[in-house]
């Protein structure tokens, strides 16, 4: 064997999957009776919805993650002698770690494979749990929340990635919402059980998704587009014979997706430089600016301290009343799905915007005129009811335009040669504000409930402005009519 030939072994070898495609069918598949292979891999298919209901488990574990913070802080602040800056900051911690996984996710997903990817981002929530749940200090509250978003921070961009290209195009948006929707599930199970369980046991049952998703990896294929773009054409080829069925002819979509890979090596990387040109910087920009206006709106600062603010509310059951603001969050962005290809997007996103601008200005109002009425008043009760209503309202208006579009607006507006810069950017940019916000919500909460939430008020009015200005309609477009507005 000549040099050339061992070296291009090594790279090849380098290139495998860090978990393989699955010898289970792909034994099967290799028999010399094509009746016999057709049989195993029939009897043993896996369909795309079960992939999808499998890496779920891992947004599920993202919502926990944001969840847990609300309905243990009384208890875990009393139990460790934490302060409330200290507090804010164990809640914001996630954030830290998430950017550190946000920006290191996709060189870990191109290198290893998504499967791999997601196994990689199992460990380290898991082991976070642990610490949390035998934590006696700050020391060990604190790595685990670290480990945590680290975790986190890969899951975000990998989940997505992989359902995108698993998914027939029939069945894309559909199957892509069922992220978002996880995510939110897994926030409504933290405040559930928080009404039952102490803090330390409620960390032990975050272990569950993540010890879940690791062995569900293993009886699921590797996306088919990133074994063809590593050169591994069986396996490709493979694999998508498993997602689509036996008996389907995958022919045309083979040839597609080698045509594209082949386009897609053919491409010069993008330079800083080039993103001066309008057509770069334009959808950049707007991407960016929904990622962060999204949580300078103050959604992940009223999820995450939900029982504290509705302490401050005067509701005796703040933990009950946050598990209530989870199922209302569910069902919310269940609707949304369902509304954003019939609907639009701009639409969606303004009565969103408009709606948690209004939401959050009855809330503060609210909770200023309770600094002059009595609390044994009937006044001070109706104020009351009036900021929980708001909160809940503020969270439907979230779920059904500024929580999930975004993402999906970012996904659509940006040139496929600059989507790998411009969506670390973005990402680094949602994940970098959404730790200030959550490392702010409870010390601005202390210093004026109606103060904070003018303060949102005004970024979700400023809202409505970008989105009637500067975002455009994508519906019913494909990405080369939508690319095509910004030149």
């Known amino acids: 064997m000549s040099f050339r030939e061992e070296t291009e072994e090594g790279r090849n070898d380098l290139r495998r999957p860090f978990l393989h495609t699955g010898s289970w069918y792909r034994m099967g598949s290799r028999q010399s009776s094509m009746l016999e292979s057709s049989q195993v891999i029939r009897d043993s298919s896996i369909s795309v919805l079960a992939c999808v209901l499998i890496v779920a488990l891992g947004p ?16 875990i602040t009393k139990d460790l002698g934490l302060t409330v800056s200290e507090y804010s900051v164990f809640g914001s911690l996630s954030n830290v770690g998430a950017m550190v996984g946000a920006i290191a996710s996709g060189q870990i997903a191109e290198y290893i494979g998504r499967k791999g990817s997601l196994m990689i981002a199992a460990i380290p929530n898991i082991i976070g749990w642990l610490c949390i749940s035998f934590a006696k200090d700050t020391s ?20 997505p990635v992989y359902i995108a290209e698993i998914a027939p195009q029939t069945m894309r948006g559909a199957l892509g919402s069922v992220n978002q929707l996880s995510v939110t599930i897994g926030i409504m199970l933290a405040y559930l059980l928080g009404l039952f369980v102490p803090w330390r046991i409620l960390a032990v049952l975050g272990v569950l ?23 591994l054409t069986d396996d490709f080829e493979t694999s998508l014979q498993v997602l689509r ?33 309008r057509r770069y910087y334009f959808p950049l920009m707007v991407g960016i600016g929904l990622l962060v206006l999204q949580q300078l709106g103050g959604i992940n600062g009223v999820l995450f301290y939900s029982s504290t603010i509705f302490e401050s509310a005067g509701v005796t059951s703040s933990n009950a009343a946050t598990f209530g603001v989870g ?42 005129l309770k600094e002059y009425v009595s609390p044994d008043s009937n006044m001070y009760n ?38 790998g810069l411009a969506g670390s950017i973005a990402t680094l940019a949602n994940w970098f504000v959404s730790w200030l916000v959550t490392m702010t919500a409870n010390m601005l909460l202390a210093w004026s409930s109606g103060g904070t939430f003018t303060l949102y008020a005004l970024v979700c009015g400023f809202t409505v402005v970008f989105v009637s200005l500067w975002v455009p309609e994508t519906k019913g477009k494909t990405l080369e009519e939508i690319q095509a507005l910004f030149r």
């Open 140 to 159: 060990f509250l604190y790595m685990g929340r670290l480990l945590e978003g680290f975790g986190v921070g890969i899951i975000s961009y990998t989940v």
């Open 327 to 368: 199922a209302v969050q569910v069902v919310a962005t269940a609707v949304a799905t369902w509304l954003v290809d019939k609907s639009g997007r701009r639409l969606l996103l303004m009565i969103s915007s408009i709606g948690m601008t209004i939401s959050l200005v009855i809330v503060a109002v609210a909770f200023f």
């Open 209 to 231: 998704p993540c010890t879940l998703l690791i062995p569900g990896l293993f009886f699921i294929p590797e996306s088919p587009r990133w074994l063809a773009k590593m050169g």
């Open 60 to 75: 599920i574990q993202f919502g926990f993650t944001c969840g847990y913070s609300s309905p243990t802080q009384a208890a």
């Open 382 to 419: 109706i104020l009351s009811m009036v900021s929980v209503v708001g909160v809940v309202a503020m969270v439907i208006a979230c779920s059904l335009g500024m929580g999930p579009i975004p993402w999906l607006i970012m996904s659509e507006i940006l040139p496929v040669n600059i989507k």
């Open 245 to 277: 069925g036996f008996e389907t002819d995958i022919t045309v979509e083979v040839n597609e997706i080698k045509r594209s890979v082949a386009s897609s090596s053919k491409r010069s990387a993008i330079r800083f430089v080039d993103l001066k040109r």
